[in-house]
């Protein structure tokens, strides 16, 4: 089998820890060939994300609040059998790890500062709503005799 393609980064010089993934593999119910009831293509990646040592500790902080609702027992699973091939899975579902990861892990957006809308951008506005108005009043047939 091929050498994975990692390290898998997560944002700046922190990467998913090979020594952290636990792999597991199953039958996949996805496309396959004359020995797709035989090969265990389906690929279950597990990442204990509540006790890493691999992210910052305010990184880890705002991923287990984000991803909450996709952890069981502080441990986060990404699955893939999109593909026929078990390595082309590993990578699919370690990518998507890290996708998963930069993301829950991205700091909040800066607050909006409110602006306000300039008095003249204002005005001009409701004169030319005030035009309209006149136009489509000018159009109603009460002064036609």
Known sequence: MAVMSGPYVIRGSVSLPEAELLWRFSRSSGPGGQHVNTSDSQVELRFDLANTKAL???????????????????VISVRASEHRSQWRNREMAATRLAALLAEATAPPPRPRRPTRIPRGINERRLRQKKARSDTKRGRSGKDWG
Do not use: F, Y
């Not at 500790?57 to 609702?69: I, N």
């Open 56 to 74: 910052p500790e305010v990184w880890k902080e705002r991923a287990l609040e984000r991803l909450a609702s996709r952890l069981v027992d502080g």
